[in-house]
């Protein structure tokens, strides 16, 4: 199994530990998204997709975070097993895709990391000769963070371009 592409979404103005989004295609034929790079104390690494667990409350049976204090439905207090160690509650996180031994997580952290340096440096040479860059790119989700923002879908063809002319602005 090969990586045969890599994309590296960096976030803008980054101000926590989350550097990027990125996907990444095996054998040109299956794509992982909202693979994450995170900057750790020992350099940036790369975080697998993940979703948040949830249980549901026994009282309204919504569903909270698994470590949830409260229900944010109706306000009863979660079950505690009244084991206080990490393990109390559950994992807060569970990845949803992820490699099974160390050989394919470090193959794939190489490739994602290469890649992510690879966006760096381009980001660093595109802005020479303009201070103002932030200021004037309002193009880009700078603010946005949620976990579904990171690989920006391909762009999309205007409905007037892709009709080849059929849709004359003229004809509203
Ligand atoms: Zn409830």
Request: hydrophobic share 30%; with cysteine; charged share 25%.
């Amino acid at each position: 199994m090969e990586i045969t592409e890599v994309r590296v979404k960096l976030m803008e103005n980054s101000d926590d530990r989350l550097q990027a989004f990125c996907s990444v295609t095996f054998d040109d034929c299956f794509v992982v998204r909202d693979l994450k790079i995170i900057e750790g104390s020992s350099g940036p690494f790369v975080a697998m997709p993940s979703r948040k667990m949830t249980v549901h409350c026994p009282r309204c049976h919504c569903k909270n975070h698994s470590r949830a204090a409260y229900c944010n439905q109706c306000g009863e207090q979660q079950q505690d097993t009244g084991v206080h160690n990490d393990d109390s509650r559950g994992k807060l996180y569970a990845d949803i895709a992820h490699p099974i031994n160390a050989e394919c997580r470090e193959m794939i952290q190489a490739r994602v990391i290469q890649q992510y340096h690879v966006e760096l440096e381009y980001r660093d040479q595109k802005p020479s000769g303009s201070f103002q860059r932030q200021d004037t790119v309002v193009d880009e989700p700078a603010t946005v963070q949620g976990p579904h923002q990171g690989i920006p879908q391909e762009v999309a063809e205007s409905p007037l371009e892709s009709d080849d002319g059929f849709v004359q602005k003229d004809s509203f």
